[in-house]
């Protein structure tokens, strides 16, 4: 009794520093590509108008729409601020850099300021170190990425520079595909971590799966009798959730398919809308409450082209984009293992207790629909107020 009551005590606490502590907007990305070839090296550096927009200042006269001629008008600064925050050294010699042309590009997610630049490098190349320091927006957003494409005479490399990392060290004349693929794992285990409407969409259906589903009993839900059931449920949502999101995140990765960025957003946060409500108010047809692994399974090829940003944009070659894509996966599943091995355990021993049914599932189910209704409200007028 008291191991169960202070289990309880856990799941309330952990849910009530989680919830508001969430947000859900696009992350911060920037695409760099630099292409190395002989003594040349040319580089495009792609970076969201939005985050310019926070760091610089881009609409001048405020009318929340940000125009080519405000971007013009700011393109010595833009180059300033960008270039202020990279180093790429050949060897221990830093290269100069200079921007050669600037340009605006439509990617799924909004508009990207682009740059394109030149470097000089003083230190021969052969059988030296590109040495690369990264550091944008990393001093007003912690969560922002750097997704780097480096050519070096054919040989292809990605990486991932987060604020945690932002120096990183590539061999010349070396492709290393197994680091490329541990820093995509690596990412999708931080996608999961920090996209808080996928994780929330997936508590939605795992906190029911200790329970059953009937007219009888409090709110017409009872619990499991064996922990068996309960990992079985678990297995059976998460599996059809994984599988789902695989097959659209490889579709919409590989340019099969690429709907709007804005529609998945909106349909991400309807799917956690529903899900929570019919938590508390049954939503779906009794055959679906029968059957969650069809709810996941649906909401969940939905997720999969929310997943697909962090690769769209790179461009790789065939072969080292299913590699990264297959690393981005298994960091996404990884994620999803942790998750469940924290929730379910807490789960299955406070299933009978009351406060699990009043707090747990009800009020939080309550509070993730209030939530996912302010994203739903941002995402289809463009407006962010919600300050999460």
Known sequence: MIITRWLSYAVVLAWSLFVPSV????????????????????????????????????????????????VKAKHAEIANYAMSRIVISAGDKPCTLS??????????????????F????????????????????????????????????????????????????????QSDATQGFLDFVGDGIKHIAVGFDHILFLVMLLLPAVLIRTDQGEKGWVPVTTFRRALLNVATIVTAFTVAHSITLSAATLGIVSPPSRWVEILIAV???????????P????????????????????????????????????????????????GVEIGQ??????????????????????VVLTGGSV????????????RSIDFQFMPF
């Open 23 to 70: 947000s859900a907007h696009k992350a911060s990305d920037s695409l760099l590509t630099l292409e190395r070839n002989g003594a040349e090296l040319r580089g495009q550096w792609d970076i969201a108008l939005r985050d310019l927009d926070v760091a610089i200042g881009l609409d001048a006269n405020a009318d929340g729409k940000i125009e080519w001629g405000e």
């Open 99 to 116: 921007v050669t042309e600037h340009l605006l590009e439509r990617h799924g997610d909004g508009t990207y300021a682009v740059m394109r």
């Open 118 to 173: 030149i470097g000089e490098c003083h230190q021969v190349w052969a059988d030296t170190m590109l040495n690369i320091d990264y550091r944008l927006f990393f001093d007003i957003d912690t969560q922002h990425r750097g997704l780097l494409k480096l050519n070096n005479n054919g040989h292809t490399r990605s990486a991932i520079f987060p604020a945690s990392q932002p120096r990183q060290e590539f061999k010349v004349n």
């Open 271 to 281: 799917s956690v809308v529903m899900t929570a409500i019919d938590n508390v108010v």
């Open 283 to 330: 939503l779906f047809p009794a055959a679906l409450h029968k059957r969650p692994w069809l709810i996941a399974f649906g909401f969940g090829l939905i997720h999969g082209f929310g997943f697909a940003g962090v690769l769209q944009g790179l461009n790789l070659p065939r072969a080292d984009l299913m590699l990264s894509l297959i690393g981005f996966n298994v």
């Open 337 to 358: 293992l942790a998750l469940v091995a924290f929730l379910l355990p807490a789960a299955y021993a406070i299933r009978a207790r009351s406060i699990y049914l009043r």
């Open 367 to 378: 509070a993730t629909a209030s939530i996912a209704a302010g994203w739903l409200l941002e």
